[in-house]
């Protein structure tokens, strides 16, 4: 045994030492030192052979038919294989290693990955879940075959161009002749040796519209649609080219204040991990949750109980901001076209894929046409040399070229005829009919098939001409085969930026020690000041009126004398700081009020006038700008009378935060009492509605809803027939189907038109919005129910058009305010007819309230007119008489 092992040892030193001399005389290892390996010449030859081999031969798909070597490998392989049947997995993998040389593992992940996108494979048994992140089964256990789909759109040997295999033992497709934007419906992900592709799935539909669309010279946009659902932001897509961001959320519902639901997930984020990152960020403190639980089986359902007093909008906000619910993706369009790799955009892939679709397809009509001409020419032959009985010359013939030439000169004056000169394989198999065939032969039933073929070759040269018209009804066709369950499943929204600091959870206690002039949450022994988060700045004044924003942290020095410290909110126009200070030491006493917006961080800044001694004697941080009554107290001197005054912080006017302010007094200042807290100074916030984001704000971005204080609420109604009233926190969420949202009135009227589900019957009723914060219905519980029309006209007008066996009565014109008067929005209602009602439209009030109180004006100032004359006349009269 030694021995032998001694031997091969032997031969593998005498082999290593053969590579090495042939690798001397190639210049890779310096002459001389056989165990030195020059690096520089191994990276500039071997590494740029395995960057180019990886590329074109592993990571990045082709741009012809959209797929990677091993899927191609793999498809073809299955295509060999199929029967129509079902084989097992194990199978497929091992057939596929004749042609695709990287192991079992590879040909199996990427048999499943195709799989899992249902469009190309029929799958039967567990191959996994893409929503949970479960693996498929072992291969032994699932099998596969190629769907309808792939049979038709992609596999065609005619006009497949074929090289031999890695082996040389078999044939297999350089691309296959896919007539359809396989790349954009599957998308694909692949990692190079210095270059990465990502190409986002498409919508099958969309896909197919664009391509007619491209076809017909018309412009179209593609968006990708994710098989995990979800919502997404398309608006810095950039064609899938690299520079371009995608921004994916989960889709979030609010059950109800104590509980959300998440029933979409971000593509590439599974339910386990998306559940991971929502209990990291519980635990972090970024948000509150009270438990999670994850329901999943063939559609999404986890369920987030809140913590009680968590506001439900600000944790969705949180969990978009803290958490996997929303995630950005950057596409890089990265292909093979001629053996190299270039970055195209989506829509350059889907108009060359069109047009290869068109090249491809008159490639197999071209095909046909020969096929079809070649069929019409034996049959043409046949029937010329079985009806003129040409095989009765050759009967005296007694070698084989005597017959080929005797039956090549009874078809000359036939020639002239036919589509094509008559070959010599024509005449063979001319001669070898039998007797048999020829007693049998039918003239009529051969003119029949002549003419079938003469038909079939006027159609396709009529696609021929007509290639465009062809292949857009290719496409269409395809799209009724096979289109009809492939709804978009993401849905295309913008959404809104959300402020971290505004939606995470206050996580930690801040302190301070005000003499030191330290700040914190570790000082738990020093003064309470708020509570706070982690990612908060802090906004600390000292009495000497200089102030800084600082982040929050364990301790930190920010100047002794602390006076107020607070949470900053970055932009905060409506929180408004009160200020008495004294002008230098023994300056004037002054008084201002401002905002504190947009400070540097670290920076110091100074509320007084900048001189030494200056000192804060007041100071107060009112959230909507509310405006005390104080009690001044001057220190006592000669010849001063009143030593107490009263001033009001309603009567200043807010200027900026550098400004001087107003002179309160000349003497000095005792003390300093509140007398009565104020109310907000700022009127109303002005709240607008961005209908694009589906959120509120106060930018003036959107429709302006109005202006709202402290109880004021929003009206929020949708198109299932439902109602609510909210808050106007610009944190809120709002349902998607959303119809109407207002500042509330209670005394607006509506008048709706509902379909019945349950009745059958068109119902009108008019009512007024009830205060209530949960949504409720006022249709019906049915939820086949329909919301037809709702105005707010006071006095609206509908027109009844009849359908069905009515549909020849006139058109009747209801006014709602005399058919139906003012009800409960739970009243059923008045049924609008008996008859069977086709359309419901709403026409144009003959007068509106404010017209008809304006004419009852004018009717009972001509009254009163009337009334006085009649007078004036009858005094006439009587001075007459």
């Known amino acids: 045994?030694?021995?032998?092992?001694?031997?091969?040892?032997?031969?593998?030193?005498?082999?290593?030492?053969?590579?090495?001399?042939?690798?001397?005389?190639?210049?890779?290892?310096?002459?001389?030192?056989?165990?030195?390996?020059?690096?520089?010449?191994?990276?500039?030859?071997?590494?740029?052979?395995?960057?180019?081999?990886?590329?074109?031969?592993?990571?990045?798909?082709?741009?012809?038919?959209?797929?990677?070597?091993?899927?191609?490998?793999?498809?073809?392989?299955?295509?060999?294989?199929?029967?129509?049947?079902?084989?097992?997995?194990?199978?497929?993998?091992?057939?596929?290693?004749?042609?695709?040389?990287?192991?079992?593992?590879?040909?199996?992940?990427?048999?499943?990955?195709?799989?899992?996108?249902?469009?190309?494979?029929?799958?039967?048994?567990?191959?996994?879940?893409?929503?949970?992140?479960?693996?498929?089964a072992a291969p032994r256990y699932i099998e596969a075959r190629l769907s309808k789909f792939a049979l038709e759109v992609v596999f065609n040997p005619k006009t497949t161009a074929w090289k031999a295999s890695y082996d040389g033992r078999n044939k297999e497709p350089v691309t296959m002749p896919v007539k359809f934007p396989l790349l954009l419906a599957l998308g694909v992900e692949g990692i190079a040796v210095g270059l990465a592709s990502k190409i986002l799935p498409h919508n099958f539909n969309e896909l197919i519209d664009?391509?007619?669309?491209?076809?017909?010279?018309?412009?179209?946009?593609?968006?990708?649609?994710?098989?995990?659902?979800?919502?997404?932001?398309?608006?810095?897509?950039?064609?899938?080219?690299?520079?371009?961001?995608?921004?994916?959320?989960?889709?979030?519902?609010?059950?109800?204040?104590?509980?959300?639901?998440?029933?979409?997930?971000?593509?590439?984020?599974?339910?386990?991990?998306l559940i991971e990152s929502i209990i990291k960020a519980n635990e972090k403190g970024k948000i509150k949750i009270k438990k999670i639980d994850d329901n999943t089986a063939e559609n999404v359902e986890i369920l987030i109980s809140l913590t009680p007093g968590i506001s439900p909008d600000k944790t969705i906000d949180a969990l978009y901001a803290f958490t996997d619910c929303e995630i950005p993706v950057s596409p890089n369009s990265?292909?093979?076209?001629?053996?190299?790799?270039?970055?195209?955009?989506?829509?350059?892939?889907?108009?060359?894929?069109?047009?290869?679709?068109?090249?491809?397809l008159e490639m197999e009509l071209q095909i046909r046409l020969e096929e079809l001409e070649n069929a019409w020419h034996i049959s043409s032959l046949e029937k010329i040399f079985i009806e003129n009985?040409?095989?009765?010359?050759?009967?005296?013939?007694?070698?084989?070229?005597?017959?080929?030439?005797?039956?090549?000169?009874?078809?000359?004056?036939?020639?002239?005829?036919?589509?094509?000169?008559?070959?010599?394989?024509?005449?063979?198999?001319?001669?070898?009919?039998?007797?048999?065939?020829?007693s049998k032969y039918s003239s009529l039933k051969a003119d029949e098939y002549i003419k079938e073929i003469e038909t079939d070759i006027?159609?396709?040269?009529?696609?021929?001409?007509?290639?465009?018209?062809?292949?857009?009804?290719?496409?269409?066709?395809?799209?009724?085969?096979?289109?009809?369950?492939?709804?978009?499943?993401?849905?295309?929204?913008?959404?809104?930026?959300?402020?971290?600091?505004?939606?995470?959870?206050?996580?930690?206690?801040?302190?301070?020690?005000?003499?030191?002039g330290f700040i914190g949450t570790s000082l738990k022994k020093d003064e309470f000041v708020c509570e706070c988060s982690d990612i908060d700045d802090i906004l600390v004044i000292r009495r000497n009126g200089k102030y800084l924003i600082t982040k929050v942290s364990e301790k930190t020095f920010t100047g002794k004398d602390i006076f107020y410290a607070g949470v900053f909110k970055k932009n905060d126009t409506r929180t408004i700081f009160n200020i008495i200070y004294r002008d230098g030491k023994n300056g004037k006493v002054l008084m201002k009020r401002c905002a504190i917006t947009g400070l540097i961080r670290d920076n110091e800044y100074d509320l007084t006038k900048g001189k030494d001694g200056s000192r804060i004697l007041y100071l107060s941080a009112n959230p909507n700008g509310e405006a005390e009554t104080l009690k001044v107290y001057l220190k006592p001197r000669p010849r001063l009378r009143n030593l107490m005054f009263e001033t009001d912080f309603g009567e200043l006017a807010i200027k900026g935060r550098g400004s001087m302010g107003n002179i309160l007094t000349k003497y000095t200042v005792s003390k300093i009492v509140l007398k009565e807290k104020g109310v907000s100074t700022l009127g109303g916030r002005k709240v607008w509605f961005d209908a694009d984001v589906n959120r509120l704000n106060a930018d003036g971005r959107g429709n302006l809803l109005g202006e709202f204080k402290g109880d004021d609420r929003l009206l929020v109604m949708t198109k299932s027939g439902k109602f609510r009233l909210s808050s106007f926190d610009l944190s809120n969420h709002f349902e998607d189907d959303l119809l109407i949202i207002e500042k509330y009135n209670p005394d607006k009227i509506f008048s709706a038109v509902y379909f019945d589900a349950n009745l059958s019957y068109y119902y009108i009723k008019r009512f007024k919005i009830e205060p209530t914060e949960k949504a409720v219905s006022?249709?019906?519980?049915?939820?086949?129910?329909?919301?037809?029309?709702?105005?707010?006209?006071?006095?609206?007008?509908?027109?009844?058009?009849?359908?069905?066996?009515?549909?020849?009565?006139?058109?009747?014109?209801?006014?709602?305010?005399?058919?139906?008067?003012?009800?409960?929005?739970?009243?059923?209602?008045?049924?609008?007819?008996?008859?069977?009602?086709?359309?419901?439209?709403?026409?144009?009030p003959i007068m509106t309230k404010a017209e008809q109180e304006e004419e009852k004006i004018k009717e009972e100032a001509e009254d009163i007119k009337n009334i006085e004359d009649k007078d004036a006349n009858g005094r006439q009269m009587t001075l007459e008489w």
């Open 1 to 136: 045994m030694n021995q032998e092992n001694q031997e091969n040892n032997k031969e593998y030193q005498n082999l290593d030492d053969e590579i090495l001399e042939l690798e001397e005389s190639s210049g890779k290892y310096a002459t001389g030192h056989t165990n030195v390996a020059r690096l520089s010449g191994m990276y500039q030859d071997w590494f740029l052979d395995y960057a180019s081999y990886v590329i074109l031969e592993r990571a990045v798909p082709h741009l012809d038919d959209g797929l990677k070597p091993v899927q191609r490998r793999i498809l073809h392989s299955m295509r060999r294989l199929d029967d129509g049947r079902y084989n097992k997995v194990a199978n497929i993998i091992g057939h596929t290693m004749q042609f695709h040389p990287h192991g079992d593992a590879s040909i199996g992940d990427a048999l499943v990955q195709l799989g899992q996108k249902d469009l190309l494979i029929d799958t039967q048994g567990n191959w996994g879940n893409v929503l949970t992140g479960d693996g498929a």
């Open 210 to 273: 664009a391509s007619i669309a491209y076809l017909q010279g018309k412009e179209f946009e593609l968006y990708p649609d994710f098989p995990t659902g979800g919502l997404a932001d398309f608006s810095r897509y950039n064609d899938g080219l690299r520079g371009g961001q995608i921004k994916i959320r989960a889709k979030i519902t609010k059950l109800d204040k104590k509980a959300l639901l998440i029933t979409e997930v971000p593509y590439g984020r599974t339910t386990s991990s």
């Open 334 to 360: 990265c292909i093979i076209k001629d053996d190299k790799p270039i970055f195209i955009g989506v829509s350059e892939i889907l108009k060359i894929s069109a047009r290869k679709t068109v090249d491809l």
């Open 389 to 438: 009985e040409l095989y009765e010359d050759i009967k005296k013939c007694k070698t084989e070229e005597s017959i080929l030439e005797t039956i090549d000169k009874g078809l000359e004056p036939f020639k002239k005829k036919l589509l094509r000169e008559v070959t010599r394989e024509d005449l063979i198999r001319l001669s070898n009919i039998p007797i048999k065939r020829i």
């Open 458 to 516: 006027d159609e396709v040269k009529n696609h021929l001409e007509n290639i465009i018209p062809y292949t857009i009804n290719y496409y269409r066709q395809i799209k009724n085969k096979y289109g009809k369950e492939r709804i978009r499943r993401t849905e295309i929204k913008n959404f809104d930026t959300i402020i971290a600091s505004k939606v995470v959870v206050a996580n930690q206690k801040l302190y301070m020690n005000k003499e030191e």
């Open 778 to 844: 006022f249709i019906g519980e049915n939820s086949e129910s329909k919301l037809i029309r709702i105005t707010e006209v006071e006095y609206p007008r509908f027109e009844l058009k009849f359908g069905g066996d009515h549909s020849h009565r006139n058109n009747e014109i209801i006014e709602v305010a005399e058919f139906i008067s003012v009800k409960s929005y739970k009243a059923k209602g008045k049924r609008l007819s008996n008859y069977e009602v086709a359309v419901v439209k709403e026409l144009e």
